[in-house]
């Protein structure tokens, strides 16, 4: 008996045949393009619908289904046969990661039905980074099939273990704001809330960090060389994105303006999407990112006369707009890309965003109903006069109107405390690139500015200070107000950093808004940092507890505190991070041949190069300890607790000082590392190309980890949360999260030192004023650093007037000796290895307020106002039942009678195909959508 589809050959190319139903029913659209002798055969669309669904099964997680469709996808995708596979293990990779592509789409497209026919409000998540990390391997966890492709692939003699490696981490996103953004897709879509995330797909990550002679050197991050087989590339998805030109200005005949923008370049917006699976529910989201290419590809007269250089030029200068994350803007050229890349990224979302709306013809006023849309920093402000401009311009609504709709749909979270982080962009660039928006931002400031004046009237200050215009020293568009004009909600991202922007950042804009203003604390998904980076860890926590529901309730840890003195635990959670320091020291080893002892404190501190951070305060720490070391007699070093500092992170490219603090780390690093003397009581390590799969093995790995930037600068911090999730004790100030989760875990498993923020502009008077005693160790260690005592470099000097001299804006030496103490501690307490586990235990089970669970559900119940949506999962029949019933063959189509020699095979015998007893077991399980066009299926 054939089980294939019959295929005809016709003039006017191949047909697929099905039998047809009832000729008087609603035909399929194939019926209009069939030759007339085969009309009678074409099925209606119902039974048409019914054969899909039958066809589109879900797929089987049985080891030999997914056996069958690796080979397929390595046979019909990637050209291999067995021989060359299973040489290539990247390869297999692909092959792989398109098998758990195919579940995810089946889950992700019913998903999106699913919130379709339930008529459901969305948020859309505006971030221009998304550092998502490997797919791999946190799909197979999401998806519970970690233990099914483990066993087929090994029947295909392929050890799933050695693929993850062979997965490049996708170059989406720098630092905190990006994994933020990773955390909270993963929450939605296991918290079943209906979202989409809105990005660009980067050609060239951030960069790739070298060390080249302790300097970091910047080299192309092309991590899409080998593809990604995670995305979907949707061609079908484009939108024309219009940049420079100019404005005409209309009165028509009732006077009213009319603008229009005409003329300038335009670039193409293309679609690419990477589905999002929740864990333990079969809700799977969307990443929607957006690549640019050129409107017109080739200039094919240019080409003829011989320039082909002027021939490509279009499609160069289009493509470069996401060529790479955050170009340098030191330049005018740099800048201009920057607004470029930032208004390209939103006009093509913002129209997505209207086209599924459309979609259910409602009115626009009901918009803020249906949509929410959250801006992650300042970057995709400029969504909001886009969403304006068309608005007014192309749907014709009046200009109040549109401001409400405005209201409605905008939220806006702030992710910094630093003047210079706040987004400015020269009015007369965003004029020349973008004039119907600087028109637009114009006149929202007006009206802004006439109700600050009814507020405060005649208090030209205010005025001057709330403006969206700043007019001095260069005329510029500040984008966090307009971002907070436009909003109905702006919030911050730790207790601390929101109490210091509504009291001192933006304090008149709280008083001119109240309620506005108000904090979300940030959090981590504990699927990635801890289910996934940490696998000895959770099943340990799991066994103790008896259950895994912490991981989609992360409060459920707080239960480990009942168990924190049991001995066993105690060696178990030991024998975990042993574990897991002696996989990082064989990494190191490989990775940059130096030898770091398991035995030794893991002290790690892996974040973005940055003086406030102050790796400086940390790296002369080390030189000072390294000085202690070498003046100890052997009895005294005995005693010594030997000690691995890790440093990891990345300096922007135009970050002076902090590529020379890099510098030093370095130049540290390898005196301390062949100084034979000091046998391994120091160890100093720089982790080049730090990302996040460098931080799923630091992190499970570390003893104590340093969050000590200078008292209210760091908004919040995530890799703090990361760090105590996985038993990490922290050493750090009061400073972003770090006071919450002393809160939490209780400031005895902590190790805080360092002047609060309350009393930061003090001490920096004071120090400006040279009225700052210094301490004599610091003073000690600033005189070894300047002499080279770890090596000189020409750049040495200026590093060191960065702290002396009156300069020390970030308040290393005010801090300084409460840091000494504190070290001192961290040594004491970890030579009771019992006390040091018990209080290991005590950070782990006092997260649970830290998950990015709670911090999306805070979003949704006091900004967006989002209710979840848990979709069905897929619906299972029994087919032998459908079989004898012969269901199929009444419901699509009877038997063929007879169309020529060449068909004679039913609709039955192709439906079969995914029924197959081998295959199927019996049951099968459909998708929701079966139920879209007939009930036939509530009869199975």
Known sequence: MSTQPITINTPRGSHLIFQGGDSSEERSNLAFSEPDEYRPFIPSKKNASILWALLSSYLSNDEVAIQKLFVQHAEYDLSQTYKLISEDQRQQYVSMALCLRDRLIERWKDTELYFEQNHVKRVYYLSLEFLMGRSLQNSLLNLDLDDNFKRALYGLGIDMENLFDKESDPGLGNGGLGRLAACYLDSL???????????????????????????QIEAPDFWLRHGNPWEIPRLDIQYEIKLYGEVIESIGENGEKSYEWNGGETVIAVAYDVPV??????????????SATASNEFDLVSFNQGDYIKAIENKHRSETITSVLYPNDNTIRGKELRLKQQYFFVSATIRDILVRFKKKEYPLEELPEFVSIQLNDTHPTLGVPELMRILLDEENLEWSEAWTIINGVFSYTNHTVLPEALEKWPVAMLGHILPRHLGIIYKINHQFLELVEERWPGDVDKLSQLSIIEEFPQKSIRMAHLAIIASHHVNGVAAIHSQIIKNQMFNLFDELYPGKFLNVTNGVTPRRWLNQSNPGLSKLISKVLDHNKWLTDLSLLEELREH?????LQVKWRRVKRANKEKLAEIIQNKLGIYIPS????????????????????????????RQIKGMSDEERADVVPRVVIFGGKAAPGYYMAKLIIKLINNAADTINNDQ?????????FYPNYNVSAAEILIPASDISQHISTAGMEASGTSNMKFALNGGLIIGTLDGANIEIREEIGEENMFIFGAEADEVAGYREKVQKGEIELDTTFQEVIDLVRNGYVGYFNELPQLIDSITHN????????????????????????????????????????????SSDRSVQDYANNIW?????????????????MSAEDSIAQSVSPAIQSVGSSLHSSTLEIATVRLDQHEAKVVRSFSPSAFEETDQFSKW
Do not use: C
Not at 677 to 685: G, Q
């Open 189 to 215: 879509a296991t918290m079943n809330y209906p979202a989409w995330g809105y990005g660009l797909r980067y050609k060239y990550g951030l960069f790739m960090q070298k060390v080249k002679e302790g300097y």
């Open 277 to 290: 699976p929740g864990y333990d529910t079969y809700n799977t989201i969307n990443l929607r990112l957006w």
């Open 564 to 568: 924190v003195d049991d001995e066993k």
């Open 599 to 626: 035995d030794a404190l893991y002290d790690v501190q892996i974040k973005r190069l940055h003086e406030y951070k102050r790796q400086f305060l940390n790296i002369l720490y080390v030189i000072w300890r390294y």
């Open 677 to 685: 003397d000091i046998d391994n009581l120091l160890k100093v390590v």
């Open 807 to 850: 300069n020390d804006w970030y308040l290393l030496s005010v801090d300084w000796a409460g840091y000494l103490s504190a070290q001192e501690l961290v040594d004491e307490t970890y030579k009771n290895q019992d006390l040091w586990t018990k209080m290991s235990i005590l950070s782990t089970a006092g997260m649970g307020k830290f």
């Open 865 to 881: 106002n989002l209710e979840p949506n848990k979709r069905p999962g897929p619906v299972t029949v029994d087919t032998s039942k």
